[in-house]
């Protein structure tokens, strides 16, 4: 059960054709250059990390309901799952053997994913099977306990960093090596988190001439390890900052002072960093400072006087972040209008209580101009899409939401014809904002809404054009990654004699680009830092030597509480 021992000779082997049990050794950047600037540092610290194994425990479990067809021989599997396409050919050509399109796949209201819904589970092509032989849907849900044994894990890494830096405080090289359990199968893709995912990040936001990783996946008898929140991105920042913190406390530096003097400037990007990572915008200084603002470091000493003489020592600790986004690069929008006047929205993105179901409408309406209520969104649904990616790596708005405003764009070029036709003018005479076209010419100008009316009534079109002549389907592909980032901040009190940790302060600063709805990308910010302070304090996949699941039950995993939680 422990990756590190797992590799010794004379371990155990779960697999009698891969010697000491591991599955893949993996680096990446300049190992030569690293090691040089290492032999050259005034200084080189060294420290050894756990990132804890936690697993996602979503509100709604894992559970499908699939019947079967005998007339048509076709499956419909409604599964809580993040991924309905790739899951659908998974389950229908690799499991059933049956072509992909005999299987209807659809992910209803789905409660929560983080990762751990994004697999390809046994459980749901057996549903599928019995369905078929029993003749009757068969239902099945996961109970909570079967979750903590069977839902895939995440983190998990054991790691050695190290630190090369000048007397001054400027940075040199970073250096890490990291070894994590991937349970005793690959999984989805359950080498790529203490591989290549953490590796693409490592070093932040800072300015690094060289750096050096090596990542190896190692067969447990754990549980599976895939994709958690972030798949292997915090587990870089947390390699990084966890040595930046340590070195300043090391050396007698100030861990503040030692981060800003080390900061990419905005005037150096674009930049391509040692890790391969083009890192094309941003400003890390400015986001630094203003978190560090927010905190009001100049109260820290009457606070850490207040919680001395109460008994509890005093912390702060600030950490800024790089991140970047994945998952599949490709994404489908189609839009319908209808005669009664809705619209419906398909994309092929999948909301796991992120709202999707708000904010895809949301952009639709006001990059047209119609009324958000005429809307009906359609999502995960196999059946509606040609294609979809689901939901991971941060891909819903960046690809999903382009992929609806390119449609929207394609809708108005078509209808600008149409716009023209109604106004007795030129398509080249017609432009479009605020939801109207105009006539450049006359100034009149009739509303899209209109338009689209118009489109249903063969009476009203011009020549060339159909009734259903604006519905579009509209494939968006991702040119390069984007880069999000941000800094965050906290201060604790600590119990001395009991070990007690108040957070009694928190604080975030993020750059997301455009936010198309704050509101709802504040709650996922506030759920990912609950996340990340669960795992910090209470939170921790436990086996004992024999592969027995200690924390199998909500009894012994540690969720966070609200009172754990700082206002």
């Known amino acids: 059960v422990d990756p590190i021992k797992a590799l010794a000779p004379e371990a155990p082997q779960l697999w009698n054709d891969i010697p000491n049990n591991l599955c893949i050794d993996f680096e990446l950047g300049d190992k030569e250059g690293t090691d040089k600037a290492f032999e050259e540092a005034d200084h080189v610290i060294t420290l050894d990390l756990i990132n804890n194994r936690v697993t996602a425990v979503p509100i709604e479990t894992r559970g499908c309901v699939g019947s079967y067809d005998a007339a048509t021989e076709t499956y419909t599997l409604y599964n809580s799952t993040q991924n309905v396409h790739a899951n659908r050919e998974m389950f229908a050509v690799n499991v059933l053997g049956i072509e992909k399109e005999k299987l209807h796949h659809i992910a209803p209201d789905v409660g929560g994913g983080f990762g751990a819904k994004n697999s390809a589970y046994p459980e749901p092509p057996m549903v599928l099977h019995a369905a078929k032989k029993l003749g009757r849907p068969v239902k099945w849900i996961n109970t909570r306990s079967d979750s903590f044994l069977g839902d895939t894990h995440g983190r998990g890494q054991t790691s050695r960093v190290q630190l090369a830096i000048n007397t001054d405080g400027t940075f040199l090289a970073l250096r ?62 947390f390699q990084t900052e966890r040595i930046i913190e340590y070195t300043a406390r090391k050396l ?185 076209f105009s006539d450049t010419a006359s100034g009149a100008s009739v509303a899209m809404a209109e338009v689209i009316e118009a489109s249903m009534d063969p009476d009203r079109l011009p020549d060339g054009q159909e009734p259903g002549a604006l519905d579009t389907g509209s494939t968006f592909e991702r040119g390069i990654i984007s880069i999000p980032n941000g800094c965050h901040a906290a201060t604790v009190e600590v119990d001395p004699e009991t070990g007690a940790i108040q957070l009694t302060g928190y604080w975030v600063m993020d750059d997301f680009g455009t936010v198309i709805n704050p509101l709802l990308a504040d709650g996922q910010v506030m759920g990912g830092v609950a996340q990340g302070i669960g795992q910090a304090l209470t939170e921790n996949i436990i086996y004992d030597e024999s592969g027995q699941l200690i924390t199998g039950s909500l009894m012994d995993y540690g969720l966070p509480r609200a009172d754990v939680i700082p206002n």
């Not at 890490?176 to 490592?202: D, L």
């Open 252 to 436: 007698g530096l100030d861990p503040v002072e030692i981060r800003r003097k080390n900061l990419m400037p905005p005037e150096a990007l674009p930049f391509k960093s040692p890790m391969g990572m083009e890192i094309d915008c941003g400003d890390f200084p400015l986001l630094f400072e203003r978190t560090l603002e927010m905190a009001e470091p100049g109260a820290f000493a009457a606070r850490a006087e207040k919680a001395i003489k109460a008994g509890r020592l005093f912390g702060f600790a600030i950490a800024p972040y790089l991140e970047c986004t994945g998952g599949a690069p490709k994404e489908y929008a189609g839009v319908q209008f209808k005669e009664d006047g809705t619209v419906t929205l398909a994309v092929g993105t999948s909301s796991t209580g992120m709202g999707h179901e708000t904010v895809m409408p949301q952009l639709l309406a006001a990059r047209l101009g119609i009324d958000y209520e005429r809307i009906q969104f359609t999502q995960a649904d196999t059946d509606a899409t040609p294609i979809g990616g689901g939901h991971g790596g941060s891909r819903g708005m960046e690809v999903g939401g382009n992929a609806v405003a390119q449609a929207a764009d394609e809708i108005v070029e078509k209808a600008i014809p149409l716009a023209a036709h109604l106004l007795q003018s030129e398509a080249t005479k017609v432009t479009f904002g605020d939801g109207s």
């Open 176 to 237: 890490t090596e990291t070894v994590g359990g991937i349970g005793a199968y690959c999984w989805t893709i359950g080498p790529f988190t203490p591989t290549g995912g953490s590796a693409r990040t490592q070093g932040g936001p800072y300015t690094f001439p060289t750096m050096y990783y090596r990542g190896r996946a190692v067969f447990t008898n754990t549980a599976p390890m895939d994709p958690y929140r972030g798949a292997g991105r915090p587990e870089a920042t």
